[in-house]
């Protein structure tokens, strides 16, 4: 149980484009999506925390009309990544939590990741 | 405020001997921890959790980690590792909001 989809795997997009990834819990409801990058070698850097219904929480630091968060149902988020630059070349992961919010003891399932690169 | 060191950012094992990777927090409160692995190109996957229960906890794949509250510790060990265990591995930490670790990278050699 608890699965998340990610899509898709890989993506090659050509600078100033943009591009959608979706997150999907398969098996439960998550009221509650976040988004990471991350960087060859490195730790998960959270971007930002979706919640159903309500605008995404952004981290200090990530620009928000540059990444664009919807979380429509219970069981879909996207990231769109607008007007891509090559900087903008990550991969990029995706978690959800089951119940109500984010609560302490549950842990996070997640996604398989997307690999994004800007040519 | 919370932080999570994980002591090693490299650790290399001959298959069939034991692993440790150690994982340090610190917190305000009494954290619930976890640990994930992640294999190349993929999202994470959850080994096993402490919640405030047994402070012992068995995982998945035979990893098993003890918190020790005394040492701010939760540090993730398996008796014999075998060539799968080849991954990255995060120590995580949440009370209220997740701090990752570095991470730790596994080699297992032959």
């Known amino acids: 149980g608890a699965v998340v989809s990610q899509h898709p795997s890989w993506v090659i997009c050509k600078s100033g484009t943009s591009v959608k990834i979706e997150c999907r819990s398969l098996d439960f409801q998550a009221t509650t999506m976040f988004w990471y990058r991350q960087f060859p070698k490195q730790s998960l850097m959270l971007m930002a925390t979706s919640n159903e219904g309500s605008k995404a929480t952004y981290e200090q630091g990530v620009e928000k009309d540059k990444f664009l968060i919807n979380h429509a149902s219970l069981t879909l988020s996207t990231l769109t990544v607008t007007s891509a630059h090559p900087e903008d070349s990550s991969f990029y992961i995706c978690?959800?939590?089951?119940?109500?919010?984010?609560?302490?003891?549950?842990?996070?399932?997640f996604g398989n990741g997307t690999r994004l690169t800007v040519t | 405020a919370q932080s999570v060191t994980q002591l090693d950012s490299h650790v290399s094992v001959s298959e069939g001997t034991p692993v440790l990777l150690r994982c340090n927090y610190s917190?305000?409160?009494?954290?619930?921890l976890f640990w994930y692995v992640q294999h190349p190109n993929k999202g994470l996957q959850l080994l096993l959790k402490?919640?405030?229960?047994?402070?012992l906890v068995k995982g998945i794949n035979g990893f098993e980690a003890e918190f020790k509250k005394s040492e701010t510790s939760f540090h993730l060990t398996k008796p014999s590792a075998h060539m799968s265990d080849a991954a990255e591995y995060f120590c995580v930490v949440n009370d209220y909001k997740l701090s990752f670790g570095a991470g730790t990278t596994v080699t297992v050699r032959a």
């Open positions: 978690s959800a939590t089951s119940g109500q919010g984010f609560s302490y003891n549950s842990p996070l399932h």
């Open positions: 402490y919640t405030s229960a047994a402070t």
């Open positions: 917190s305000s409160y009494s954290p619930s």
